[in-house]
């Protein structure tokens, strides 16, 4: 059971500056049951893809991260970069709505549900949007979206870089 999505495009930066701060952020979501969605009968809670002793003990936001599922990138634009997700939803966007004062302005991460419902989270300012019903057409959908988004993240890197004068 699940939905699963992934992302199609992604320029989401948590700048180097901001990561000790992030780091406290998302370690204190660990007293904040009232947000966990996986629990057990004798009343137990935690976050989906995340246990509250790998949160606490959390040595980066890298790590958790790739504990909830996500692909990062050190270094690539003067921070860590979320470039990849491809799993069943779950409590991720908890997380993200947490890093999203500390996501540099501007960024976003597209996604793609299994029944192609598309959704973007957009970061500006410190807080987090999330844009609804856009209906990919099944001629834009791929045989293998994860080959397609590699291809499409090299292509804007590229055109970042020319655009930056690198």
């Known amino acids: 059971m699940g939905y699963y999505v992934h992302i199609t495009d992604s320029f989401a930066v948590i700048p180097y ?15 904040r049951d009232d947000l966990k969605s996986g629990g057990s009968s004798t009343g ?13 003990n959390a040595p980066s936001v890298a790590s958790v991260l790739q504990k909830l599922g996500f692909d990062v990138d ?7 970069s979320i470039i990849g997700y491809d799993n069943k939803t779950g409590d991720e966007g908890i997380f993200i709505q947490t ?31 999330t844009q609804y019903d856009r209906r990919i ?6 045989a293998n979206p994860i080959e397609d988004h590699v291809a499409l993240n090299a292509v804007l890197a590229a055109a970042r870089s020319r655009m930056a004068g690198k």
């Open 74 to 80: 050190h270094g690539s634009y003067g921070g860590l």
């Open 99 to 129: 890093l999203a004062p500390f996501i540099e302005s501007g960024s976003y991460i597209e996604w793609q549900g299994e029944d192609n419902e598309a959704y973007r989270w957009e970061f500006h300012d410190g807080g987090m949007e």
């Open 17 to 31: 500056e901001n990561l000790p701060a992030a780091l406290d952020a998302v370690r204190a979501l660990d007293t």
């Open 44 to 56: 137990d809670k935690w976050f989906s893809w995340m246990n509250d002793f790998d949160l606490a």
């Open 137 to 142: 057409p099944s001629w834009e959908v791929t």
